[in-house]
């Protein structure tokens, strides 16, 4: 009796997780289909709001039968339990990065590296480059982790801090907050700092505390959080042009059917770059705001990007990842 009460709760664990990651059955002859997709950022940040364009978009083209149920500031979890969830099939998605998905791929982290892509029209090309379908690929079947778009570019990220620099070595000392994962890490130590690994929602009471001298943002994030009201210096080193990853569990995604995959990764794409081309005319005028409110910028041409750009090399070199980067620029030729 104890094993057959053990095999029926067994039978309805699958069950509603099979119901979860497909949701109720639907009128015809299809399901319903829910995904709930989760972010890092605020509410006022201009993804969510293109995150909850692409889950509108998808419900008008799917008739409501596959939804999206959008979460901001990391309410489903940490980021890296969140990716587990999805590799272990739950019907979760996540805004996130290659450094993160590096951990599992690991030439794929090559994008959040120092000076690696540096406007849309090559994030637009290299999403299209065979050795990156690959590595798609390869997160995909080994990993449990598909891909749906890579169109979402925060843009360029800088050095916020209380402290101007011009050169690497201003860096030196310094602790700036940046995600865990190696390839943030490698960067942030190439270009001279001392690299802190620290959840987004930390990131204001660490720099009151002075746990942190610094971040490395780009200026929507920094704004939305009213990070300004405790660092207050802009250091445009530019040295990650930000590329974020809509990913979700693979099982969940092939479970779909055919054309509702297509509609999924499709408005993805649309959203992704939609929103990726606000931001990019958006960011003069935050930036402008921000000074107007006493922040100091430090622009790209009162910094020696020379120095930084040949210092960012020691992150690929030290992660092993030099040839996945010249594939990539092979590929762009550059």
């Given at each position: 009796m104890k094993r057959t009460f053990v095999s029926v709760c067994i039978i309805l664990l699958?069950?509603?997780?099979?119901?979860?990651?497909?949701?109720?059955?639907?009128?015809?002859?299809?399901?319903g289909y829910n995904l709930m997709f989760s972010h890092a950022l605020t509410e006022n940040d201009p993804y969510?709001?293109?995150?909850?364009?692409?889950?509108?978009?998808?419900?008008?083209?799917?008739?409501?039968?596959?939804?999206?149920?959008?979460?901001?500031?990391?309410?489903?979890g940490a980021e890296e339990d969140v990716i587990e969830q999805m590799r272990v099939g739950a019907n979760i998605g996540h805004n996130t990065d290659s450094a993160r998905l590096g951990n599992y791929v690991p030439s794929i982290a090559v994008f959040n590296g120092p000076y690696m892509l540096e406007n849309m029209d090559e994030v637009k090309r290299a999403a299209e480059l065979s050795v990156v379908k690959g590595w798609e690929k390869e997160l995909e079947e080994k990993f449990g982790l598909k891909v749906l778009s890579f169109?979402?570019?925060?843009?360029?990220?800088?050095?916020?801090?209380?402290k101007p620099v011009f050169k690497p070595s201003d860096l030196s000392g310094q602790k700036l907050r940046?995600?865990?994962a190696p390839i943030w890490q490698e960067s942030i130590r190439a270009i001279g700092a001392t690299p802190v690994a620290m959840g987004r929602s930390e990131i204001y009471s660490a720099a009151q505390t002075k746990a942190i001298d610094g971040m490395e943002d780009v200026y929507t994030a920094y704004a939305a959080a009213q990070l300004d009201e405790v660092l207050k210096v802009v250091s445009e080193t530019n040295h990650i042009y930000l590329v974020n990853f809509s990913v979700c569990s693979a099982s969940w995604f092939n479970a779909l059917p055919a054309d509702f995959q297509k509609i999924l990764v499709e408005e993805a794409d649309r959203a992704g770059y939609e929103v990726s081309e606000k931001i990019q005319k958006e960011a003069e005028?935050?930036?402008a705001r921000l000074i107007q409110q006493g922040i100091r910028v430090i622009p790209n041409s009162e910094i020696d990007m020379d120095a930084f750009r040949k210092a960012g090399e020691k992150a690929y070199q030290m992660l092993g990842i030099t040839?996945?980067?010249?594939?990539?620029?092979q590929g762009l030729g550059k």
């Open positions: 699958v069950a509603s997780v099979a119901f979860g990651a497909g949701g109720k059955e639907g009128s015809g002859s299809k399901k969510h709001e293109a995150f909850l364009n692409w889950a509108s978009a998808v419900s008008e083209r799917t008739n409501g039968e596959l939804t999206i149920d959008v979460f901001a500031n990391s309410q489903l169109a979402y570019i925060q843009g360029h990220r800088n050095v916020i801090s209380n940046t995600a865990g005028a935050i930036k040839d996945a980067k010249n594939l990539v620029y």
